[in-house]
């Protein structure tokens, strides 16, 4: 828990990630464009619930679009994007009430 990014890939409070700031941002990047049907994300509501908004961009070409923008994550928050197909999603923290928790975080979608 705590710095190391890794831990969002568990589905447990016992590993999570915390943000140096209010505002930060995580990359998922892939070797080549795969097709995303949804994110989801979970904060550490043990932590309590910080996150008041973030954004979700997807690379397009070498430049970021923006594709989702949300408020509340909470104990969880899915994300449809229907067959979004990009190589690099990011997505930024925009206004935290602490800095943030990510307990869990994972892309589903399949490749080619």
Not at 22 to 48: D, G, H, R, T, Y
Not at 82 to 109: H, W
Request: proline fraction near 2%.
């Amino acid at each position: 828990s705590g710095k190391n990014i890794e831990s969002i890939r568990t589905d447990d409070y016992n590993s999570f990630w915390i943000a140096d700031n209010v505002e930060s941002k995580i990359e998922f990047v892939w070797k080549a464009p795969v097709n995303i049907q949804n994110i989801v994300l979970k904060e550490n509501i043990l932590m309590s619930q910080r996150i008041e908004s973030f954004l979700v961009y997807a690379d397009e070409n070498g430049k970021e679009k923006l594709i989702y923008e949300g408020t509340v994550v909470g104990y969880k928050k899915n994300i449809p994007l229907q067959n979004l197909k990009t190589n690099k999603l990011t997505i930024k923290i925009t206004d935290s009430r602490e800095c943030a928790t990510i307990a869990f975080a994972a892309v589903y979608g399949t490749e080619n």
